[in-house]
């Protein structure tokens, strides 16, 4: 193995390993449980096809009122382009299927905050996805906005480039 080669591999490694170190404020992960992420990805669709999809607010980490909240995480989410042409609402008389949600579960814990994402149907999860930061200044923020969209493509991430099913037949149609 020449010396230049080895030196390429050094330097490749110790950018993984900056990368992997500096990172994001925001950590998530995708459970895929029940359903894996593509499947949830297409009910998604569906349940946003017709109207928008609610957004329920647990655990409040601001002291704005939880409806506000609930609100802003709406317009983060239908900015976050995770289901292009869905729209989110935090007002449960404009959701399209009120039984169809994204319920975000706040628990701030000593000095980060953590978030539970859990896509419903009535009772039963779809799909759910955590996620991780430090405490972000208010509701209004970037860093906050930022937050729910991460979160938004961990619990809902685009594996096939926006090429699923329900994408797919929605697009054929007249």
Request: glycine share 8%.
């Amino acid at each position: 193995m020449s010396s230049l080669f080895r030196a390429a591999l050094a330097a490749l490694g110790a950018l993984v390993l900056v990368s992997c170190a500096a990172g994001g404020k925001v950590r998530t992960v995708n459970w895929g449980h029940p359903y894996p992420p593509s499947t949830a990805r297409s009910f998604a669709a569906w349940a946003g096809s017709g109207g928008p999809l609610l957004v329920e607010l647990r655990n409040n980490p601001y002291p704005d009122p939880p409806q506000q909240v609930a609100s802003i995480i709406a317009e983060a989410a239908t900015a976050s382009y995770v289901l292009p042409g869905a729209r989110f609402t935090a007002n449960p008389n404009e959701a399209w299927h009120p039984d169809w949600r994204m319920v975000f579960a706040f628990k701030p814990a000593g000095g980060d905050w953590y978030a539970l994402i859990v896509f419903c149907n009535d009772w039963r999860p779809i799909t759910a996805a955590g996620a991780w930061s430090v405490p972000l200044v208010g509701p209004n923020s970037s860093d906050f906005r930022d937050f729910v969209a991460q979160s938004m493509l961990a619990l809902l991430p685009n594996e096939s480039n926006g090429a699923d099913v329900f994408d797919q037949m929605r697009f054929r149609l007249p």
